[in-house]
C-alpha cells in the first residue's frame, strides 16, 4: 500500500476517492502501528519506542511529492512516509521494534538501530550500486537531534553537480539533477548549531532541498518558548526568504492537520526545488504528539488540559476522517469498517512479525536444551547443569543472551572433564558465536570487492633524474592527474578554490576543472563534512577539506555518528566513500598543532585513517581509496609541503596500501615507532643515537586505521628486544592505540626484555613558537635521552647514566 504521486494528473471524483481513501488507510495504519507499538514495549517484548503518531497527515503529502531519484534524510517520526513510498510495512515496522537482525525481515537496519530508523537499500547484497534513479530512496537515519542536516544537504548537491558538470556516469544515480533531497526534523531540534548551519549553506549553494519542519510546539517536554526565538522557526528565517534581486529559500507555511493545503503545499515545493534548484522551507505547524515524546513518558505530566483537548480536536488524522465525511468521500460507517479491519491487519502484523522474530531463537534454544542433557548425563556435576538447563527450557521468549550465557556457564561444570558431550558442548558455542557476533557486528568496514584493504600497493615509479621539487607540487600534479581520470571527483573546502588550498596543493586546478569541482566553501566544517556524506551516498566522489587537523572536532560529531556507522547500520546497503583531507602536525600554537589523534580514532571506528609522513604516501593514499567504496580521512603533513620529493612519473596510479608499515630505518637495540611529522625528529635523534653506539630501527606505521595488518611490527621487536612508541598526541592519546595493538594483538610482550615506552606530548595543548614546540612535544633530545636511558638500564656499564 502505497500513496499515488501522480496528483497532477485531472482525477474524475470517483478516482479522487480512492486516492484520500487509500491515504486515509495509511494514516490509519500508521497510527495502530504506533499505538501497538508502545503497549509492545510497555510490555517488555520491545525495548524503546519513538514513534510517528500525530504527523501522519503531512508525510502522505510529502511522499505523493516524492519521485523516483529523490532522497529523504529525516528524523525518526517518518514511518507513515516511509509506509506511502512503500518501503514500509506492517511487518517490517515491529521486526524494527523487535530488533530482527534479518534483514529480510528487518531491512532498515538488521536490527541495529531502534524503531523508527528508516533506510532503503542503495546496495546490492555484493555492495554494487543499485539503479537510484529507479527507486525512491531514504539515507539512513541516525538518531542525534539535526545530525541529518549536513548529510542532507550534500544529497541536494550531488544534483546541482549531475546537472552542471559534464563528462560524469549518471547511469544509476541521476537524471539531469532533477532530484530533489528532502529533508524532516522535529521544530524542537531546529535549535541545533548543525540546523542553522544547513540552512546557511544550502542558501548560499542553492541545491534543490526542500526541508519540513514538524511543529508540535514541544521538544520532549519542553515548550517552544524555550526553544526557539518568538516560537516560530519560519518566522526567525524570514532572512533567507528569496527576493527579485537576493538568492535565499522559499519559505512556506502550512497547518498539519489541512490535507488538501498541505498536497498543494509540497506540490509547489517540489517544483521549485526541482525545476529551478531553489531550496524550500516548509514549516508544519499545528501537529500533536498523540502519545508524548517516546515510550519513556507520558505527555499528561507537561501539557495541559486545555492542549490536550485541542490536540485531540486537531488530531491530523481526525480533521482528515471528519473533512472526508464533510465532502462525501466517505461515511462515518464505512470509516469504522476500515479502521476495524486496520486494526486487525496491525495486529497480525504484529503477531506475524513476532513469530519471525522468536521462531529461530526458539530453535536455537531448543538445540541447546538437547545438546546440554547429553552433558548433564555425562557429567559429575549433573545437577548443576540440568538447573541451568531446566531453566533455560522453560523461558517461553528466550533471547540469545539467555541462551549463549546458559552454555557459556554450563561449560565451567565440566572444565576438567573429558567426554564427547563436553567436545560437543566446545564447538557448539563456538560455532554459535561465530554465526551470531556477525549479526551484531558485521559490515564496520566494507565486505564488498573494493574494500580498500583489496586495493594492491602500485609504488611510485622515477625517471633516472627525477626532478626533486617542493612536495606541494607532488599533491598538486596528483590531484590534476585524479580530476583528469575520475571526472565524478570533486573538491571543496576553506581556501581550496581560487587560491588553491592555503599550502597550494591544488594550485590552478580551480581554473582548470572549473567551481564546481574544485570550490571554495564558506568557514562550517560539519556542512563541508556533509556536504561530502551526501554526495558520495550518490554516488560522485567527493573530497572534503578541513583546513586543519584541529578544526575536524568541529565536524566529529558527524564524522562519527553519520559516516562512519553508515555501513554498519544498513548492514553494508548503504555507502559514502567519502575522502576527508586535512593537514595537521607541528605547527604552532593551541589550535593549529593538531596532533588529536587519540580522541579521533576512539570515535571514527568505520573511517580508514591515514597518517602519512610525506606527500607522495599521501598522494598514494587518495589513489588507493579512490579505488575502493570506503571512506578515509588522510592527515597530510603540515611542516612537509616545502621539503623537497622527488616527482613520480606515475601520477594518479601508484597506490599505498592500507594496514601496512614500512621500516624506513633498520637497526638491531631498540625498535622506535611513530608516524607522520615526529618521523623527522626520530630519524634525527637515530643519526646522534647511532654515535654513542645505540642502533635504532625506525618504523612508519602509515596508517593508524587500520593498524599493520601483517603484524610487521612484533618481527621488528623479536629482533631489538625493546619497543618504544612516540607520538605527538597527549599521553594516553593514539600511543596508547598503538602500543596495545602491539603488545595485546600482535603479542609482542614475548619478545621484550625492557619495558615498552612511550614518549608523547605534554598533557597540554602546545603552547605558541619554537620553544613552545620544543617544551610542549618531543624534541630530538626527548627521544635521544629517552631511549638512551632503555640502554642504560639494560647496560649501564656500556651507557653510563646521562643526569
Not at 511529492?65 to 532522497?71: S, V
Not at 539512513?140 to 544529497?155: E, H, W
Not at 560455532?431 to 557476533?437: D, E, G
Request: hydrophobic share 35%; charged share 25%; aromatic share 8%.
Amino acid at each position: 500500500m502505497q500513496t499515488n504521486p501522480e496528483t497532477k494528473k485531472d482525477l474524475s471524483f470517483e478516482d479522487f476517492k480512492t486516492e484520500v481513501l487509500n491515504d486515509y488507510k495509511i494514516a490509519v495504519t500508521s497510527r495502530e502501528c504506533s499505538l501497538l507499538g508502545r503497549r509492545e514495549v510497555l510490555t517488555g517484548k520491545a525495548k524503546f519506542g519513538i514513534f510517528g503518531d500525530g504527523k501522519e497527515v503531512p508525510q502522505l503529502a510529502l511522499a505523493k511529492a516524492f519521485e523516483n531519484g529523490d532522497f529523504r534524510s529525516g528524523y525518526y517520526r517518518d514511518q507513515t512516509f516511509m509506509m506511502a513510498i512503500g518501503e514500509l510495512n506492517i511487518e517490517q515496522f515491529f521486526a524494527g521494534l523487535y530488533a530482527n537482525t534479518d534483514l529480510k525481515e528487518e531491512p532498515m537496519s538488521a536490527g541495529r538501530q531502534m524503531g523508527g530508523h528508516f533506510a532503503t537499500h542503495s546496495l546490492d547484497e555484493h555492495g554494487n550500486w543499485k539503479n537510484l534513479t529507479k527507486q525512491k530512496n531514504s539515507s539512513a537515519d541516525i538518531s542525534p537531534t539535526a545530525g541529518q542536516m549536513p548529510r542532507l544537504l550534500g544529497l541536494a548537491q550531488a544534483s546541482k553537480i549531475y546537472r552542471n558538470v559534464k563528462g560524469i556516469d549518471t547511469t544509476n544515480f541521476s537524471v539531469n539533477g532533477n532530484e530533489v533531497a528532502w529533508g524532516t526534523i522535529g521544530n524542537a531540534s531546529t535549535s541545533e548549531g548543525l540546523f542553522f548551519e544547513t540552512i546557511n549553506a544550502a542558501g548560499v549553494l542553492q541545491v534543490p532541498m526542500v526541508m519540513s519542519v514538524w511543529d508540535d510546539e514541544y521538544g520532549i517536554s519542553v515548550h517552544a518558548r524555550h526553544q526557539t526565538t518568538k516560537e516560530n522557526i519560519s518566522e526567525i528565517l524570514k532572512g533567507f526568504q528569496r527576493d527579485e534581486n537576493n538568492n535565499g529559500f522559499e519559505i512556506l507555511r502550512v497547518k498539519g492537520w489541512d490535507y488538501a493545503s498541505l498536497i498543494e503545499t509540497y506540490q509547489k515545493a517540489s517544483q521549485i526545488a526541482r525545476e529551478e534548484h531553489v531550496p524550500v522551507l516548509i514549516h508544519v505547524q499545528e501537529l500533536t504528539q498523540p502519545q508524548g515524546h517516546s515510550t519513556s513518558g507520558s505527555h499528561e505530566r507537561y501539557k495541559d488540559e486545555n492542549r490536550l483537548a485541542w490536540e485531540a480536536e486537531y488530531d491530523c488524522n481526525t480533521q482528515l476522517r471528519d473533512w472526508m465525511i464533510a465532502n462525501s468521500i466517505a461515511t462515518d460507517e464505512e470509516l469504522k469498517d476500515i479502521e476495524k479491519d486496520i486494526k486487525k491487519q496491525v495486529r497480525d502484523g504484529k503477531k506475524a512479525a513476532w513469530t519471525a522474530f522468536t521462531k529461530p531463537l526458539k530453535d536455537e534454544q531448543n538445540e541447546l536444551v538437547a545438546l546440554l542433557k547429553e552433558v548433564a548425563n555425562s557429567s559429575s556435576n549433573k545437577v548443576f547443569i540440568e538447573k541451568l538447563n531446566n531453566d533455560l527450557a522453560e523461558l517461553k521468549e528466550p533471547i540469545r543472551k539467555e541462551i549463549l550465557s546458559t552454555a557459556r556457564k554450563a561449560l565451567r561444570y565440566v572444565v576438567s572433564e573429558s567426554s564427547d558431550a563436553k567436545t560437543n558442548l566446545v564447538n557448539w558455542i563456538n560455532n554459535y558465536i561465530s554465526a551470531i557476533q556477525p549479526k551484531y557486528s558485521s559490515h564496520l568496514y566494507s565486505e564488498s570487492e573494493n574494500s580498500a584493504l583489496n586495493v594492491s600497493e602500485v609504488k611510485p615509479t622515477y625517471n633516472d633524474n627525477a626532478e626533486e621539487v617542493d612536495a606541494r607540487l607532488v599533491i598538486r600534479d596528483n590531484f590534476d592527474a585524479i580530476f583528469s581520470k575520475y571526472p565524478e571527483t570533486l573538491v571543496f573546502g576553506e581556501d581550496a578554490g581560487h587560491i588553491g588550498d592555503v599550502n597550494q596543493g591544488l594550485e590552478g586546478m580551480q581554473e582548470k576543472y572549473g567551481e564546481l569541482r574544485v570550490s571554495d566553501v564558506g568557514i562550517r566544517e560539519a556542512t563541508i563534512l556533509g556536504q561530502g556524506i551526501g554526495m558520495a551516498m550518490r554516488g560522485l566522489r567527493p573530497i572534503a577539506e578541513i583546513q586543519y587537523l584541529d578544526y575536524i572536532l568541529y565536524a566529529l560529531q558527524i564524522m562519527s555518528d553519520d559516516l562512519a556507522t553508515l555501513q554498519y547500520r544498513t548492514k553494508g546497503r548503504q555507502k559514502a566513500p567519502l575522502i576527508i583531507r586535512t593537514r595537521g602536525h607541528r605547527l604552532e600554537g593551541i589550535w593549529h598543532s593538531g596532533s588529536q589523534m587519540g580522541g579521533i580514532i576512539n570515535l571514527v571506528r568505520g573511517i580508514h585513517v591515514l597518517v602519512p609522513r610525506n606527500m607522495t604516501k599521501a598522494a598514494g593514499f587518495y589513489n588507493t581509496l579512490l579505488e575502493s567504496d570506503e571512506p578515509g580521512l588522510i592527515v597530510e603533513c603540515l611542516n612537509g609541503y616545502r621539503l623537497k620529493e622527488k616527482m613520480p612519473t606515475n601520477l594518479g596510479e601508484f597506490k599505498t596500501p592500507l594496514g601496512v608499515v614500512e621500516t624506513i630505518r633498520e637497526g638491531q637495540d631498540i625498535t622506535l615507532v611513530s608516524y607522520g611529522s615526529t618521523l623527522r625528529v626520530i630519524e634525527q635523534a637515530a643519526k646522534e643515537l647511532q654515535e654513542v653506539g645505540i642502533d635504532a630501527e625506525i618504523i612508519d606505521i602509515q596508517s593508524l586505521l587500520p593498524f599493520d595488518l601483517n603484524h610487521d611490527t612484533v618481527k621488528s621487536v623479536a629482533k631489538t628486544n625493546r619497543l618504544m612508541v612516540i607520538d605527538e598526541d597527549v599521553p594516553g592519546g593514539a600511543s596508547a592505540f598503538i602500543l596495545n595493538e602491539i603488545l595485546n594483538t600482535q603479542n609482542a610482550y614475548e619478545y621484550l626484555d625492557s619495558k615498552p615506552q612511550t614518549l608523547t606530548a605534554q598533557q597540554h595543548r602546545p603552547a605558541y613558537g619554537t620553544d613552545g614546540d620544543y617544551f610542549s612535544k618531543p624534541s630530538v633530545e626527548d627521544v635521544f635521552e629517552t631511549v638512551y636511558n632503555v640502554m642504560h638500564e639494560a647496560s649501564p656499564g656500556d651507557f653510563p647514566k646521562l643526569r
